[in-house]
């Protein structure tokens, strides 16, 4: 089960998708930056919104880039990154770490690369079959997201042990940048 930046609930998903099927286009594009994949989809309208509401969010997508991690024996999907906006006034960007219900909550999701730390924050909540830590990527982050040669994801599992994930920077700096025009 995958969970979006930007739309954190199921109902909110199948809104989206039922909004953009009803107005007859895409419900979702994506492009590829090398190593990393833009999604967008339509944004959601609240239940209830006034035609206000509902006129400004017609024709707004919500677009996040993302990375998967793979098990090579396996070949499933063990985590992903999503890097999106939030929806909302805001509109911060945030960095979002799914991983199996294996990790320990209120432990660090840190982002680094070679200089040190980039940004981090706590592991927040766990559902079902995934756990997810959020992170607010400010213009700081931002900058060395763009301009770094590595970079690395890590997290506490419930045992106490601290995995580190190597993520790919190929294509990063261009998919933020694309991430920024939409």
Not at 28 to 45: F, G, L
Not at 72 to 91: H, L, P, S
Not at 135 to 157: C, F, M, P, R, W
Request: glycine share 8%; with cysteine; hydrophobic share 45%.
């Amino acid at each position: 089960m995958r969970i979006s930046l930007a739309v954190t609930t199921l109902v909110a998903a199948a809104l989206s998708a039922g909004l953009a099927q009803a107005q007859g286009g895409p419900d979702r594009t994506s492009a590829t930056y090398q190593d990393w994949v833009m999604e967008c989809r339509p944004a959601p309208v609240a239940d209830g919104a006034d035609e206000k509401a509902k006129a400004e969010a017609a024709g707004q997508k919500l677009c996040e880039i993302v990375q998967t991690f793979t098990n090579k024996q396996t070949n499933k999907t063990f985590a992903q990154v999503f890097i999106g906006r939030k929806a909302g006034e805001k509109k911060e960007m945030v960095a979002l770490l799914q991983v199996p219900v294996d990790a320990l909550l209120a432990e660090k999701v840190t982002y680094a690369n070679a200089a040190g730390t980039v940004m981090e924050a706590p592991m927040t909540r766990c559902f079902a079959q995934n756990c997810y830590g959020e992170v607010v990527i400010d213009d700081k982050a931002l900058g060395a997201l763009k301009e770094t040669q590595d970079l690395s994801v890590s997290y506490t599992l419930a045992g106490g042990k601290r995995l580190k994930l190597d993520m790919s920077v190929k294509g990063l700096a261009d998919a933020l940048t694309a991430l920024d025009k939409k």
